[in-house]
């Protein structure tokens, strides 16, 4: 049994075009949250906490592990930095407007406890594909693989889930200026179907050679976000342990023992970072139920 907890029912959810992220920065010392009456969309939205908020919440702890996300200092140059925020609300559904209301309604609840940092927009780019114009998710664990790679399994945090929260920049002129082959090279996947490259021909630099790893296995939630002027990516993921974004992270920047770092990163920049922990729908219920009071 993966998980003792019933875990947000958002983090599966997978029917809805159009998402809002929007991170807020919390006054010192909440014991609780206001914003009861908006956990009604449960299904549809997923809620997590920065360890500064989840360490002072008087209903939930901290799992082992979490931790403000710092930034990474690759090889070449590479980096990505950190932006740690209190709150994460991830919204998705198929009525943009009704989206823009309900985060509306979240600024408004949290008006006088917290300030909105961070907002983007996302939406399902064809048949799921990031603005590479590569699929993306394809490789993500299937049935009951998901729940093992994003949910934390036992303990009194069993249901829960580590985040992690990106938004990048792509450099699209730069990526489409090369062939198709090369592309898929710098993927590691096929661009029409994508089937991933056999073993004799995936560099070792490829997306799916650096992030393929056995004991890494998340479970991503990505959409496209930005404008013409800045089209990206909000990079998206839950695992059932923070570590395993390190062991990513090290590969894909040139930190791991090879020394080699991700092609990827050559067309497309981080510009936030955050890590959270999404806790299980009755530890969440506790958040919003308890006195907000600061402490
Ligand atoms: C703009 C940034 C990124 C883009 C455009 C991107 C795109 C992709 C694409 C197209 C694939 C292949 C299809 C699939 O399996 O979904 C993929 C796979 C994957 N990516 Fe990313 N990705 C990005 C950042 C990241 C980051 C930051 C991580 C980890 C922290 C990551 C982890 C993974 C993993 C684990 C896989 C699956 C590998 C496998 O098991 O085959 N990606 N990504």
Redesign the pocket.
Known sequence: MHQAGRSQAGIFQQDGRHHVFLEFDCLDGMRGLPGRQLLTHEGSQVIAFGKRLTDSLESISSPPGLRDFTAVKGTSGLS?PATQHDIFIWLQGNERDELFATALAWCEVFGLIADLAAENHGFVFRDS????G???????PKGDARMEAALINAGEHAGGSFV?A?R?V?DLAAFGKLQVAEQEHV???TKPD?V?LAPHIMPRDA??AR???PD???Y?R?TPVGGVRDP??F?L?FSADADR?RV??ES?YGLAEDGCHDR?LVY?T?ISGSFYYAPPVAGLAAVFGADTCTG
């Open positions: 990505a594909r990031d603005l590479t590569f699929v993306d998710g394809s490789g993500n992690l990106q990048w792509h993927i590691g996947r994508s991933e997306h799916v992030t393929d790893l890494a296995k998340i991503r990505s990206g990516l990079f993921a974004y990513l992270l894909m990827l497309t981080p």
